[in-house]
């Protein structure tokens, strides 16, 4: 089984969650299964070293599923890990993005000194739907002068084209049709 086949293998959709009509994508049955885990992992690492030769500076992870794999792809690459949280959850000088979710506005910060100008980033998140929070994510990132090298997706809800709003590559180790 390969790597992919491996992580979709332990993917669970729940219908009508969080409201009627979403099919929900659970990523955290893969946390049950060290093999899945590894293989998620390893498979981000060996992409990121295959599209970046010349090595990344930090892993920027979304809160909060983005924490949960992020510093993983950090430690195996010997670059740092930058958490974006949502407002109000980080101390000190921070840089703010707005996004639009399905019933209002949120937003996303970062510290202002977590990255330093011309730094190469990738973005990482679990589910990528209508991009909003992926491009506030985006938005940080060159607050801090930092390089956008690529956005990467456990899963891509394609058919709501989130990715088409993002200003640098995307990969996403699983593809889903319909929402």
Known sequence: MSDIELVKSCL?????????GIMFQDIFPIFQNPEAVEAMVSHFVNHIK????????????????GFLFGPMIALRLGCKFV???????????????QYKKEYGVDEFEIPADALSENQNVIIV????????SAAAAGDLVMKCNANIKEYLFIIDLVDLKG??????PVYSMITVHGD
Do not use: H
């Open 12 to 20: 669970r959709v729940i219908p009508d969650f969080p409201i009627k």
């Open 163 to 168: 990715s088409s709003s993002l200003n640098a």
């Open 50 to 65: 295959e599209t970046n030769p010349n090595g990344v500076d930090a892993i920027v992870g979304l809160d909060a599923r």
């Open 125 to 132: 998140d679990d589910l990528i739907a209508t991009g909003g």
């Open 83 to 97: 958490p974006i949280r949502k407002k109000g959850k980080l101390p000190g000088k921070t840089f703010v993005a």
